[in-house]
């Protein structure tokens, strides 16, 4: 369970509600008209924008944000690869079968099997090139979705605010009438703006957080993989998924990252 998640939701929830509480605001924004324009609104242009193809993954994309996949951490697999590489110097290759079933990830069991087929170098690059750019496509194309909510969510809140007024000019000689409609302008800026900073863009960004994540982990495996198939030493291949790793996380941007074993 990612703790982060929970505790921001809490947080962030609880600032709102505690502000509008101190000012006597909050029953005014349990609007029906607002949240269902503003959210309606949302999943609809959502749906028009993708197809079910990528839509399908959104229900796992949320469960992901309280359950989040476990990854091993890099310098793991790095030193898995020298252990890797120490019984292959040893016992050959063929001798890899039994570290396949407690692979840290299933990418590198996927490699090791690979190897022990005796598929040649150009077709494993090629398999796990196809593999690292079809996940990568898959998980663009997912936080994609969240982020075109957040662009659309503030959209329907300004629609939701115009209408509102627009009701108010009809109704302007029935005071009570003015009242509710002047609560549907308020209130759907409120969801919009609220939805897209608070939901939408934030499960965008932790998705993409994740997503490179993933993609640095296979592309530690496939650099390994193809290092053990190559015969190097144990050390040459801890040495260059370090160097790798390092550039990587420098190009990030994360400036503080411990890369020896």
Known sequence: MDIMTLVGAVCGIGVVVYVLSMGGMAHYLLNREAIILIFGGTVGSVMIS??????????????MMIFPPKRPPPMLLIRTFVHLAE???????????????????????DGLQMLIDGLDTEVIRERFERDILVTRHRHGQTSSIFKSAGTFAPIFGLLGTLIGVVQVLAKISDPTAMASSMAIAMTASFYGIFSANFLFLPIANKL?????????????????????????????????LEAYLSFHLRRSGVRQYKVAA
Request: aromatic share 12%.
């Open 208 to 240: 993409t957080f994740y997503s490179e994540e993933e993609m640095l982990n296979r592309e530690l495996i496939a650099k390994g993989v193809l290092a053990l198939q190559a015969g190097e030493a144990p050390w040459l291949i801890a040495k260059k």
């Open 87 to 109: 019984r292959a110097r040893k016992e050959g290759l063929d001798s890899l079968a039994e570290d396949i079933p407690g692979s840290p990830h299933p990418f590198l069991a």
């Open 50 to 63: 993708y197809p079910w193809s990528v839509l399908r993954f959104v229900p796992g994309a949320f469960r």
